[in-house]
């Protein structure tokens, strides 16, 4: 291989390996499989703002993601909710209300039927997915800063309270949710996302994992546990 080839190959291995999926999902009864491959192949590279179908969002689909925001600010009054975003300084947030909001008014936190790889929602029972570095914001230095996208699945739970099985998903016990109604849902859906995207609850992608979703599962029992109780 010639050298300027295998420093464009190199490139491409490392845009590639900042590209991570997590995702809130309850375990699906039917799961096409797709490779983990597929979905970075498939990642536009260069796009530091790719194109959502947020900016056509319906009224009723903006007041329900401003609904989970809400609950999510209200939950993360709690204390030991804050605290487990740990010391966010370093990401360049003064608190997690400067996080949240920094996200929302950023367009951060989107809803739509792509995730932020264009790639479609595997069913209704992935509620988000976070993808690393597709984002950006003006921090209160002026300086542009790399984010994550978290954008919630129009289709799914979140915005429908139906999973993929037609079964409510307040009434799905052990996987979250439990006794949760659909305004604590929303909230933890996007503290789970804003976990991913300070990196502090390890990736939960199924694609990556194959775990049948266990990890998701742990990580959305972490939130219900810490800021819903
Ligand atoms: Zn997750």
Partial sequence: ?????????????AIIAIIFISATILPAQRRTAKSLDHELAIAPLSASSPAGDDI?????????????????????????????FGDLSNAGFRTVFDLLNTYADNNLIRAGKLDANGSR????????????????????????????VITINQKGFYFTSRMSDSNDVTSVKGHGFEGLDMSGIRGAVIIHELLHAMGRIPNDSVELLNDRGKQS???SELVRRTCFR
């Avoid at 069913?123 to 984010?147: R, Y």
């Fill in 1 to 13: 291989m010639k050298i300027d080839t295998i420093d464009r190959f190199l490139k491409k291995i």
């Fill in 56 to 84: 056509k969002m319906p009224a009723r689909v903006r007041v329900e993601l401003q609904k989970g925001i809400n609950s999510a600010r209200q939950a993360m009054r709690k204390k030991k909710c804050a605290a487990l």
């Fill in 121 to 148: 929602f595997r069913n209704e029972d992935v509620g988000a997915t976070t993808v690393a570095g597709m984002g950006s914001f003006t921090n209160a230095k002026g300086v542009l800063q790399s984010a994550s």
């Fill in 217 to 219: 599962i742990a990580n």
